[in-house]
């Protein structure tokens, strides 16, 4: 088979051995083993893939065809531009595949699927896939994923997904799933039983730095797996969406969320934010922590902050900065206007339907505070950073680590889909540790 001319191929160990007769002089069985050792090195430290260029002027015009060609430690750059219904399976192992210079790489599914599933499925080793914007992933099933994941350890980088039934799927199994700087929005079938991210029993879920927004129905992000790290990212429904949950951990697992802003819409069919154990826990070792994360409530009653299921191990709350009358651990901040009305429903029977704060969750609360709109920047544009000089009492608690994990943020997410280090100390609740100047007096 022609190997077309835009791949790099590079090898070394054939190039070395053209002439027979040095083939022969180093056939010995010192020379064997150093250039076992050599190819095994150079493995390891990624030097011997090759670089398979596609679209552009290359000869590889497709990405499937590069699926098809492409090996172990390969590297495969697509040009910048628009492909339509280019579906692929991945199954390779130390394989990247990102955008080459100069521009965005766009797939559109446009009716297209693999295997019944979705955009790509990828099942292989490691896999690395960046900069690139998944759109219009649907299946007949109508639960079609822009991304697909198998098995392997994949990682995502600065990546879109929009307008998919799932933004990207991860089936039950073994597998490792890391997400950086990464965009999901407006995904979802309506259906609710598809979600932004949707997470299966895998090993371990890491999301940093991205921004998941505007469901159509079921939530922005969901999983299943042992061990979630959900760390410093914008998990926003914003104007328009109907995410049902914002946070879903139906089976427990552990779950680290540190430094999140999480908002709740108006438009929400659910009222509770972030839901744990909901189905039943998967392991009796099961816990959720939540540390300096924003949390907002912009459904009009009744919001729920968190909602666990009773049985789980731990549950941890420290240094977050709650908007709205909820507390985290169940019951309201109410005003004696509230207490008039549920005089009034007490005595009279009145409003039977309306949900009450369920019971306080048991678990270790610390230094979280409830605040109003009227202490933040500007958070009708969703941004939550705290007003320097603001009467409220702003403080930092320093927390233990918790099985090697650090609940003392280091970062704070930078719109759109980015973090920056902090620039000193954590010194208030809330995921933003950069303050707002205080507004002018009229």
């Not at 010995?28 to 493995?43: D, E, F, M, Q, V």
């Not at 991210?197 to 090993?203: A, D, K, Q, T």
């Not at 922005?220 to 998990?235: D, K, V």
Request: aromatic content about 6%.
């Amino acid at each position: 088979m022609m190997i077309p001319s835009s791949i790099d191929v590079r090898m070394p160990y054939r190039a070395m051995n053209h002439d027979p007769r040095r083939r022969m002089r180093i056939g010995g069985r010192p020379c064997r083993l150093l250039l076992a050792a050599l190819l095994a090195l150079a493995a390891g430290a990624g030097l011997a893939g090759e670089i398979i260029q596609v679209g552009g002027k290359s000869q590889v015009r497709t990405i499937a065809e590069a699926a098809a060609l492409a090996g172990n430690g390969d590297t495969v750059v697509i040009a910048p531009g628009d492909y339509y219904g280019d579906v692929a399976v991945w199954k390779q192992d130390q394989l990247t595949i990102r955008a080459g210079a100069g521009g965005r790489v766009r797939l559109i599914a446009a009716g297209s699927h693999v295997q019944g599933k979705g955009t790509w499925v990828i099942g292989g080793g490691r896999i690395t896939v960046e900069d690139i914007d998944f759109r219009g992933a649907r299946t007949p099933r109508r639960n079609g994923a822009a991304i697909v994941l198998e098995s392997g350890h994949l990682v995502v980088r600065r990546c879109s997904f929009r307008d998919n039934e799932n933004g990207l799927l991860a089936t039950d199994g073994d597998g490792v799933l890391e997400i950086e700087n990464s965009e999901f929005g407006e995904n979802g079938d309506g259906s609710g039983s598809t979600h932004q991210l949707n997470v299966g029993s895998i090993r371990s879920l890491k999301v940093t730095g991205s921004y998941v927004h505007q469901a159509r129905k079921g939530s922005l992000l969901r999983s299943r797996a042992a061990e979630n790290h959900i760390f410093y990212n914008r998990l926003t429904d914003e104007v328009g969406g109907e995410s049902s949950l914002e946070l879903d951990f139906p089976n427990g697992g552990l779950a680290y969320l540190v430094g999140n802003i999480i908002e709740q819409s108006a438009t929400t069919g659910n009222p509770a934010i972030i839901s744990f154990g909901a189905e039943g826990y998967a392991s009796p070792a099961s816990a959720l922590y939540l540390a300096s994360n924003t949390i907002i409530d912009d459904r009009p009653t009744n919001g729920v902050m968190l909602r666990v299921q009773p049985g789980v191990q731990q549950v941890q709350a420290i240094n977050n900065l709650v908007v709205g009358s909820a507390k985290l651990e169940g019951g309201e901040i109410k005003d004696w206007r509230d207490k008039v009305k549920d005089l009034a429903r007490a005595v009279y029977s009145q409003d039977r339907s309306a949900p009450r704060p369920g019971p306080a969750i048991k678990g270790s609360f610390v230094n979280n505070i409830n605040v109003d709109w009227t202490v933040l920047a500007l958070p009708m544009r969703y941004d939550y950073r705290l007003l320097s000089g603001s009467d409220i009492e702003a403080k930092f608690v320093a927390p233990d680590d918790v099985n090697g994990v650090s609940l003392t943020p280091k970062f704070e997410y930078v719109h759109p889909a980015a973090t920056r280090p902090l620039a000193a100390k954590p010194g208030v609740q809330g995921a933003l540790q950069t303050m707002a100047a205080a507004r002018r007096a009229n």
